[in-house]
């Protein structure tokens, strides 16, 4: 007579098995975007973006945005700073190049970067400007906004962009009530330092790695 096999523990060893490992796995807490995250981990340091995704809280990051390398941004920094002179609107707008969020928390951190429209040294009556460090003014906006602005000189642009048309960089959280005030001036300060390397301010601008916002 022919034996009945019983395969019953069998399977259920192998279930197990799958449960143990790829089942039972919790998906990664950075969504899968090479262009992306590697664009804000040069801008702002893999550091300082690790301490970012601490202070952000549970949930899975994701990069919002189309995502696109550095050398694109500085690339289109680069032509509007040299299509502009004085009396121009060229140099409007501005690029987000790094924003990073957990929407199921409503959590977001952004970045922007644009050239901005007066002088440094005279700055702009509707802000209030709250710090300077080496040549980096420096307010806060809305409680949370850190904007750093700074004179840099473009190769081949007009002769008075460098005192008429500064670049200013600006970094803030949503919903991230464990985003502090020491993290986002590395951030900023970080960003700004990286910028006037990529785009070889020719003035060399003193940007400190602590630039201190009361």
């Keep these: 007579m022919m034996k009945t096999v019983r395969l019953w523990p069998v399977w259920c060893g192998i279930v197990m098995v799958l449960l143990m490992t790829g089942c039972s796995s919790e998906p990664p807490k950075r969504e899968k975007d090479s262009i992306g995250w590697s664009t804000c981990n040069e801008l702002f340091g893999a550091k300082n973006i690790d301490v970012l995704e601490d202070q952000m809280g549970e949930g899975q990051l994701r990069i919002e945005g189309e995502s696109y390398p550095v050398e694109d941004l500085t690339a289109a920094l680069t032509s509007k700073a040299h299509d502009w002179e004085p009396g121009s609107f060229v140099h409007m707008g501005g690029e987000s190049p790094c924003r990073i969020s957990i929407s199921d928390y409503g959590k977001r951190f952004t970045s922007d970067v644009r050239w901005a429209s007066f002088p440094v040294v005279d700055g702009n009556e509707s802000y209030e400007w709250r710090g300077a460090a080496g040549e980096v003014i420096a307010t806060v906006r809305d409680g949370r906004r850190l904007e750093l602005v700074f004179p840099c000189k473009v190769s081949g642009s007009h002769k008075q962009q460098e005192k008429d048309l500064p670049l200013g960089v600006s970094v803030w959280g949503k919903g991230m009530p464990k985003f502090d005030a020491t993290l986002r ?24 790695r602590d630039i201190t916002v009361a």
């Design 185 to 208: 001036q590395k951030m900023a300060s970080a960003f700004a330092r990286k910028l006037s390397t990529e785009l070889g301010c020719v003035n060399k601008p003193d940007i400190p």
